[in-house]
């Protein structure tokens, strides 16, 4: 049985119990209107006959009768919420067991299919400026670039970018650009350590909404958690802040200084609760936020032989950390004993050269079980297979380590920029 019919089976089981819910709901209500048909055809006082026309029957309901009637309304409602509440909980564990059958036929599509990133040859625009930073927002249709210091806003519309605005608030390079899911806003970082926040306006413009400055120097990297309502920001630096959404306005409520470098790379787990970060200081932390008081604690330091420039959770239980221009990315996990992550696995990529610049933040694309992987001149793509073996699926060279670029969050698209081409360049999704 393939997946289409599993979900095929549930939805129709849901509808039968949907309408039987309704037909017991049909007939508790006819119940409730004879009661009343009841009450109100109750024998009245005789009328003398030479009044029938001028005085009309007072229905005369007593309050035992109100009572009464309020008792089998209860009656009647409370086994249906009863029942409603019952089935709800057994469609919802139905629909988790259909979810473990289903999400392994899912990824079996992806793990045991090969793709390629295939460059758009004639969709690539040529700029000359440095990008930094490059952002796609959650249906594909708009694409932000940091252009030295400006941000340049593309439509995205059947595979061609078209410029739309240009954004000039910022007076150092933009290096971090962050579109929001829920709200049509963005964030962007600078050179200068501030942060700006955009808001979309009723002529579909986007405009400078608050500006941040309590950075002193790079934002190297920056994260927004699933609420949209707390923002963490590394910075050259050396410190994590977190920002607490207050009033429609950002505020920073808590400065993290225990690196002794350069932040270079950060990530949020599933659960929202935890932080892990990597700098110029040979350290990985992991930041867990208390349940008490909301506040955020280093947990652990774990020391690595060569810093590190890119992170990123695979799971709340699994991490993937890329130390400076090695050729290979090492895998960290929790035990579960004493609940320390530490390195259980390294696995081969590509670098092509001894350097490798920040900016480029490590992805991990759910839907295809998929790590992207920036280091030295190589975007390496990683696959997650269904043993939790990782492999390198393709490496793509573009000649220079000054490269930087996001893919889209459906894994449909790879848009990068580098210094040898200087061309913003579109790669789609291949499926052999």
Request: charged share 20%.
């Amino acid at each position: 049985m393939n997946s289409e019919q599993i979900v095929s089976q549930l939805e129709n089981k849901i509808q039968e119990c949907l309408q039987g819910v309704q037909q017991q709901l049909d007939s508790s209500f006819n119940r409730i209107e004879a009661f009343l048909d009841q009450l109100v055809l109750a024998p009245n006082p005789p009328v003398p006959q030479n009044t029938v026309n001028f005085v009309l029957p007072t229905i005369q309901i007593s309050q035992p009768q109100i009572s009464t009637l309020g008792n089998q309304v209860i009656q009647e409602i409370k086994p249906l919420i009863n029942i409603t509440i019952q089935k709800s909980i057994q469609q919802q564990q139905q629909l988790q067991q259909q979810q473990k059958i289903v999400q392994p036929i899912i990824n079996n599509q992806y793990y045991q299919k090969p793709f390629t990133y295939k460059l758009l040859q004639d969709k690539s625009i040529k700029y000359n400026e440095y990008c930094y930073a490059i952002a796609i927002n959650k249906d594909n249709s708009i694409i932000l670039a940091g252009c030295n210091y400006q941000i340049k806003v593309f439509e995205f519309k059947q595979e061609q970018l078209k410029q739309t605005q240009i954004l000039s608030e910022h007076l150092d390079y933009v290096s971090t650009l962050n579109f929001m899911k829920k709200q049509n806003q963005f964030i962007s970082g600078s050179g200068n350590g501030q942060i700006i926040i955009w808001s979309m306006n009723q002529n579909s413009q986007w405009v400078c909404q608050q500006k941040l400055n309590d950075h002193s120097t790079w934002i190297n990297c920056l994260l927004i958690n699933n609420n949209e309502d707390v923002m963490i920001s590394g910075s050259h630096d050396k410190t994590i802040k977190f920002w607490q959404k207050q009033q429609q306005q950002f505020v920073c409520s808590q400065t993290i200084s225990d690196h002794t470098n350069s932040v270079q790379g950060l990530s949020l787990n599933d659960l929202q609760n935890r932080v892990i970060s990597c700098g110029d200081d040979k350290l990985i932390l992991i930041i867990e936020r208390s349940s008490q008081d909301q506040k955020w604690n280093v947990i652990q330091k774990i020391s690595v032989e060569v810093d590190g420039r890119r992170l990123c959770f695979i799971s709340d239980n699994v991490f993937t950390f890329q130390p400076y221009s090695k050729e290979q990315m090492h895998i960290y996990e929790m035990s579960s004993t004493n609940k320390q992550y530490s390195k259980t696995k390294e696995i081969d990529v590509k670098s092509g050269c001894c350097g490798c610049n920040v900016f480029f933040p490590q992805q991990y694309i759910k839907q295809k079980c998929l790590i992207v992987n920036k280091n030295g001149y190589n975007v390496n793509l990683i696959r997650q297979n269904q043993n939790g073996d990782f492999i390198t699926q393709q490496s793509i060279d573009f000649g220079h380590n000054h490269l930087f670029g996001s893919m889209s969050e459906d894994g449909e698209y790879l848009m990068t920029w580098d210094y040898k081409s200087k061309e913003i360049q579109i790669r789609k999704y291949h499926q052999e």
